[in-house]
């Protein structure tokens, strides 16, 4: 829809969707307009927000927090070449995220950070690639790591480490947990290339959401109007897809494309809006107009 390319999207109650735009900064997008926010030159590859501040993070070890009240915007970077996906935290002023194989820990919002190393007692210690805070534990989903790779539960308190879900030969993109305390990820594996959304039953087993298309990976997880929706990577015409998540009859549906990977996404009343550094895709009243799928 938008010749520009995004890599995250945020919903706010003030702002429709702040959008992470392709080496270019992050801008609020409302009823098709773009205002610049914050001029970037490095990608942002989740938005979120925690207590009353919002967090970018992206390549080169990069972090933004934006406070909405000061209209403020500060910029850091952690001295790592690795691409950080993922920031996880609560209302606390607890924020986490991740660099290799450590986590970068705040309990002030973001004002100092120390360094947790929660794979030190392993030998070949995963890199992180996703994470979610609940319950006191962090939940990290790993890069594809044939000896220690899957989910993993970690508590700041006891720095008790505890294995959740191996996975030999897939990356865990994304964790959501619920308020039901069900926990769903999305994977892609490497060696069959064939991605699934899972869901942990309440017997600790996991169970594969059908879906109707083969698709290389899932990558992310995300609530709109109080639906879960997943997105993918692209496909061999260079398409990714929306699924709606329906967990009652553990079934994807397909609701829409976008050119490119679908990075994120996020929604706004009747709105979507899906990240893709090819496209920008805005949806506007989801719910009225009939989607055509490539």
Same mark, same amino acid.
């Given at each position: 829809m938008f010749n520009r390319g995004s890599t995250a999207v945020l919903s706010t109650p003030d702002i429709p969707f702040l959008v992470a735009v392709k080496k270019s900064g992050i801008y609020s997008f409302e009823d098709g307009k773009w205002l610049l926010q914050y001029g970037l030159s490095q990608n942002i590859y989740k938005l979120v927000r925690l207590g009353r501040f919002i967090?970018?993070?992206?390549?080169?070890?990069?972090?933004?927090?934006?406070?909405?009240?000061?209209k403020k915007w500060t910029h850091t970077t952690f001295s790592v070449p690795q691409r950080l996906w993922d920031i996880t935290g609560n209302e606390q002023g607890l924020i986490v995220t991740h660099g290799g194989s450590k986590l970068y820990v705040s309990r002030n919002y973001g004002s100092s950070w120390a360094v947790v190393k929660p794979f030190a007692s392993l030998n070949a210690p995963p890199l992180i690639r996703s994470l979610f805070f609940s319950d006191d534990y962090?939940?990290?989903?790993?890069?594809?790591?044939?000896?220690?790779?899957?989910?993993?539960?970690?508590? !700041? !308190?006891?720095?008790? !480490?505890?294995?959740?879900?191996?996975?030999?030969?897939?990356?865990?993109?994304?964790? $959501?947990?619920?308020d039901r305390d069900s926990m769903l990820i999305t994977k892609a594996n490497v060696k069959t290339g064939e991605g699934s959304v899972e869901m942990r039953k309440a017997d600790n087993s996991w169970i594969c959401f059908k879906q109707p298309l083969s698709e290389k990976a899932f990558l992310d997880i995300f609530m709109a109007n109080n639906r879960l929706h997943a997105t993918t990577s692209r496909d061999e015409f260079g398409y990714s897809r929306i699924?709606?998540? $329906?967990r009652e009859s553990m079934t994807l549906i397909p609701i829409e494309t976008v050119e490119g990977h679908g990075f994120r996404g996020a929604g706004f009343e009747d709105q979507l809006f899906i990240s893709s550094p090819v496209e920008s895709k805005w949806i506007n009243n989801r719910y009225e107009v009939p989607s055509l799928l490539h």
């Open positions: 967090f970018g993070i992206g390549d080169y070890g990069t972090i933004l927090r934006y406070d909405p009240y000061q962090i939940y990290i989903g790993t890069q594809v790591n044939k000896k220690q790779g899957g989910v993993w539960k970690y508590s !700041l !308190l006891t720095r008790e !480490l505890k294995l959740v879900k191996r996975e030999d030969n897939s990356m865990v993109s994304s964790i $959501h947990m619920s699924y709606e998540i $329906h």
